[in-house]
């Protein structure tokens, strides 16, 4: 079995995959403090980290030598296997953005479009020859609602919660709902416009942090919220 570590920017990922499927899953606040003391009943013969906030890799590492002799794989740096039709690198790419379009590939028919929910929301589209053509990025849920906290006098902090009415009758629920049928709207937007691109057959899925609290708004969506994580374990197979 593996054990894969997503070290994302607001928290890091922990899963154990027994062939393809995920068997135990565990989610910390990405900080200086991690402590995975918790997972050192698991076994596991290899560990494949990913991550996208490089000051934290080495802590994680660190911390997960202190509960396992397992080898450990920085999947960041192994070879990827996907198409880019893109202006940039392979290196300006992020490590989520190819794990989630791996599993996309690997786990559903192409077209594909899907939404990564979290500190920042990503847009990914990968056309019927699985080449990744193009993204959109914005800002997340929490830095949405924490940006009226911080940019006014009168508005509270709020833990965002799913709701089931666009309107809100309180300012807590104004901000609440708001914040998620904004997101909602958008991407509606952007399934209309990306299935001029890809066609009306593409498949869309929503994954992330966030993803449970937009995922009953949206219709004709696919939850799936071990995308990254398979990813990760999927580019990892590639490379054995």
């Known amino acids: 079995m593996e054990l894969v570590i997503d070290i ?3 928290y890091t990922k922990v899963a154990l995959i027994n062939h393809e499927r995920v068997t135990r899953y565990y989610s910390f606040k990405s900080n200086e403090k991690i402590n995975l003391s918790k997972l050192k009943s698991l076994k596991f013969s290899i560990v494949l980290i990913s ?3 490089n000051k934290l890799t080495p802590i994680v590492i660190k911390e997960v030598k202190k509960i396992s002799k397992a080898k450990i794989v920085d999947v960041s740096k192994l070879k990827k296997k996907i198409k880019i039709g893109v202006n940039c690198t392979s290196e300006e790419i992020g490590s989520d953005l190819y794990a989630d379009l791996t599993a996309a590939k690997k786990r559903f028919h192409a077209p594909v479009l899907i939404f990564d929910i979290g500190t920042v929301n990503k ?3 990968l056309d019927k020859n699985n080449v990744f053509i193009g993204a959109s990025f914005f800002s997340g849920l929490e830095g949405s609602a924490r940006s009226m906290f911080h940019n006014t006098e009168k508005l509270p ?3 965002l919660e799913y709701s089931n009415n666009f309107m809100g009758k309180t300012t807590i629920s104004c901000i609440n709902n708001g914040v998620l049928y ?3 709207y958008s991407l509606e937007g952007f399934i ?5 691109i890809l066609g009306k057959n593409m498949k869309v899925i929503v994954t992330g942090g966030g993803a449970s609290l937009i995922r009953p708004i949206l219709k004709n969506v696919t939850y799936y919220p071990y ?3 398979l990813g ?3 580019i990892y197979m590639e490379n054995k």
Not at 192 to 196: A, G, H, L
Request: proline residues 0%; glycine residues 4%; aromatic residues 12%.
């Open 123 to 125: 847009v990914l589209a």
């Open 182 to 184: 904004s997101l909602a």
């Open 192 to 196: 209309k416009d990306y299935k001029k």
């Open 232 to 234: 990760i374990y999927y």
């Open 8 to 10: 994302g920017n607001s």
């Open 51 to 53: 991550s996208v906030v």
């Open 227 to 229: 995308l990254t994580i």
């Open 157 to 159: 902090e709020i833990k």
